[in-house]
């Protein structure tokens, strides 16, 4: 029989998130695309809900982790801060040790 641990991990700074995986993968878009309308399309969410959470993140985090431009005849644009590209890296590195850990801990139950 094939096993398999499931779980998502989140960061929280007084009971409000700071960072998960959704909001990663729209940083990660924003980065990518240098547009947070652009970055809400390619993840298939609305602009609003995009612009909820990095206005969460934004409000949660030491500094600010993206830089917005105001749209206009050029358009907008949305790019991470140095701060911000350090939060996705930290987050990607803790995920990446959490299923290590876990993946190791299902040995305890595959050897039972």
Do not use: H
Not at 50 to 56: E, F, G, K, P, Q
């Amino acid at each position: 029989m094939s096993y398999k641990i499931k779980s998502r991990i989140w960061i929280e700074s007084k009971s409000k998130v700071l960072l998960g995986e959704g909001r990663v993968q729209l940083l990660k878009a924003i980065d990518e695309t240098g547009s947070l309308s652009k970055a809400a399309k390619s993840i298939n969410i609305s602009y609003k809900k995009a612009w909820n959470l990095i206005d969460s993140v934004n409000k949660s985090a030491k500094q600010p982790v993206t830089i917005n431009s105001i749209g206009g005849k050029g358009g907008g644009g949305a790019e991470l801060t140095e701060y911000g590209k350090s939060l996705v890296k930290a987050f990607d590195e803790i995920n990446k040790e959490c299923w290590a850990f876990l993946d190791k801990q299902l040995e305890k139950i595959k050897a039972l």
